[in-house]
């Protein structure tokens, strides 16, 4: 490792990594296997290939492949309670399933924020599942003390262990994304947003400045401008062949 220039630390985050995205990978593959899909396991497993240097050597760190690890996990435990072909018969085994669904997006959520989309997709897929009202409750109920409760217990854990303590005034406010997003120069990517917002240094006047260019921006695009701007950021997502990495 030291011949590349990388000390050993990195070279074992970076195999750690590795690790958790092909088990991300595996757990798509499950999915797809439960369901007797062979020809979208043979798509998803060329998909994987194709992009497999995005993954296959980690040379980053950062919370994304961490969180897509246990947003997949989170998943597979969720097809396996639902899934009809390979059903799990005994109750507290699928109960067991859907905590464990509940413990991994909260994790997946702990790591990376914007993964709490995945939560709302599966309130409303158990919701819409066909399932009496009793047992739409039920999983309804213990899916969200799952995540409730393992959410609860990180925040704690982070406290009282790491003494973790967020400083406000130095913090970015939300609507920081999405002013970024909304710019039309840099199609929604972050080219100088950070310095622009910085340059305010309470957490107020960052809150405020942002306010104002996400009114801006909405205002100068109009409807036509703002579907032009995701068309645009849409083909940069997918046509470059690098999902926006």
Known sequence: SRVIGLGYNTVITNLAVMILLDLAVWSGWLILKRHEKTNAQESYLLLCTIFITLYLTSLFTYT???ALTFLMFGFSCLDAVFNQKQPVTKVWQK????????????LAVYLKTNTAI?????????????????????????????FAIRTQATSVFQKNVYHYKVVKNESFPYTYWIAMGLNP?????????????????TYQGRSKHTQKLIKQRLKQMGVSGLLGLYRKKMNSQWSLGTVGT
Do not use: C, Q
């Open 118 to 146: 995945a939560v709302i997709a599966v309130l409303i897929f158990i919701f819409f599942n066909r399932k009496s009202f009793k047992k739409t409750f039920l999983l309804l109920v213990v899916f969200l003390m799952a």
């Open 185 to 201: 120069k840099s199609e929604g990517s972050s080219v100088n947003a950070w310095s622009d917002i910085a340059k305010y240094h």
């Open 64 to 66: 994304d492949p961490l």
């Open 95 to 106: 109960y067991l399933l859907l905590i464990g669904t509940g413990v991994f997006l909260a």
